[in-house]
């Protein structure tokens, strides 16, 4: 079962928007990553928040943590083509990482 | 690109078969973790090996294991393979057992008829 959920599971954005995706997951956490997936192949990870951390930035990424909720939310702002991709939110464990579905960004020029 | 491959990229089986893939972790990294991907599904872990040793496993049979070796690459083998066995198979290499950043290879596409 995976621990993370996603919401939207797909979204669709004009470039120079910005993506908002929210993550859910059942139990309590150490740190939360988020990773982009490009068209089926590898992931990237793209920023670590830990469970005391409320909020943390890297370039046009903003994610957000709220460990009450049980949840996490990816802000890419002022999107470009090439953000199009699936991004996943994981929780991680003393060694393993547990993914949810995903969201499927898709951004239109 | 992270510095971690995987070999080969594409593989067509038959159930029943047997198949092994091969992850080279990222210089200096001494762990590597695999999971499993099904299309539409977020990765799945299936499990993680730590100096050469088994560090945790998944809900995954028996029929899928592991190895690691000295230079801390590693193989990971699926006996009797089923038709669900069909997914993208990824590596991922961290610097420690702990569940840290993870730096993911580009996967191997597993077909199974």
């Known amino acids: 079962s995976q621990q993370g959920e996603e919401d939207p599971q797909a979204l669709s954005i004009q470039e120079g928007e910005n993506a908002t995706m929210n993550c859910s997951y059942k139990?309590?956490?150490?740190?939360l990553q988020w990773y982009r997936q490009n068209s089926g192949r590898g992931l990237v990870h793209l920023i670590l928040?830990?469970?005391?951390?409320r909020e943390k930035h890297s370039g046009r990424l903003r994610v957000t943590l709220d460990t009450s909720k049980k949840s996490s939310s990816l802000l890419i702002t002022a999107s470009r083509a090439a953000d199009t991709a699936s991004y996943f939110c994981?929780?991680?464990?003393?060694?393993?990482?547990?993914f949810g579905a995903g969201t499927t960004v898709t951004v239109r020029a | 690109e992270t510095g971690v491959t995987q070999s080969p990229t594409h593989l067509i089986k038959t159930r029943g078969q047997q198949v092994t893939l091969r992850c080279s972790s990222q210089?200096?990294?001494?762990?590597v973790s695999w999971y499993q991907q099904a299309l539409g599904q977020g990765p799945q872990f299936i499990f993680q090996?730590?100096?050469?040793?088994?560090?945790g496993r998944g809900n995954f049979p028996p029929r899928f294991s592991g190895l690691q070796f000295p230079n801390y690459s590693s193989e990971l083998n699926v006996n009797a393979l089923e038709l669900d066995d069909s997914a993208l198979y990824l590596c991922?290499?961290?610097?420690?057992?702990?569940?840290?950043?993870?730096?993911f290879g580009p996967g191997t596409r597993l077909t199974v008829t």
């Open positions: 991922a290499s961290s610097l420690s057992a702990g569940g840290r950043e993870q730096y």
């Open positions: 139990t309590s956490i150490n740190n």
């Open positions: 928040i830990r469970s005391n951390e």
């Open positions: 994981a929780t991680d464990d003393d060694y393993k990482l547990s």
């Open positions: 210089s200096g990294h001494n762990t």
């Open positions: 090996y730590y100096r050469e040793e088994e560090n």
